[in-house]
């Protein structure tokens, strides 16, 4: 499996599917979700409101699947990510599960390439470098997909997780 990471926009990345920070209502938001829904026009945003009618919305850690509407991708993969709140409320484990259950969802629907933002790190305000351990952690022990690109969009990401990565070879 390759894993990498690279200073981007991850509404621009070309492969099988994207991942989205969603919210549980999956009616969209701000951040990199806004971004994946402004980009990935309307059928994204319809395939969630159809989700939402059949099942609800999205719990934290749990994940769906749509289409990617107008992106490059064929797949945008949904996943709640948790807010911190100072490590006592199972935070670390919620965000273990948003990739460990991205990365099942992707091998169920033969993905072979994902890419991944940083989930939490933003307005939910996880610690970016324990969050970048637990990404890089989780999708080491789950080599069940060929490639992983870790997306950071915001320099101080894109370096600890370069870090994390040269420093495992």
């Known amino acids: 499996m390759k894993i990498s990471c690279v200073l981007g926009d991850i509404t621009k990345i070309k492969v099988d599917a994207i991942v989205n920070a969603a919210n549980t209502s999956l009616l969209g938001g701000g951040g990199v979700d806004g971004a994946i829904n402004k980009a990935g026009g309307k059928a994204i945003l319809e395939a969630c409101i159809a989700i939402r009618n059949k099942q609800g919305g999205c719990k934290t850690g749990e994940v769906v ?32 599960n948003c990739y ?66 040269a420093n495992d070879g």
């Open 65 to 96: 699947i749509t289409t990617a509407g107008l992106l490059p991708a064929q797949h945008v993969i949904h996943t709640v990510g948790p807010v911190w709140n100072g490590g006592n409320k199972n935070e670390e484990q919620l965000l273990k």
């Open 100 to 165: 460990q259950n991205s990365l099942e969802l992707a091998k169920k629907h033969q993905i072979n390439r994902i890419a991944f933002p940083n989930i939490s790190t933003g307005i939910h305000k996880f610690p970016k470098v324990k969050a970048a351990k637990i990404a890089v952690d989780i999708v080491k022990l789950n080599p069940i997909v060929d490639e992983v690109i870790f997306v950071c969009f915001d320099d101080e990401n894109y370096r600890i997780y370069r870090e994390l990565l």
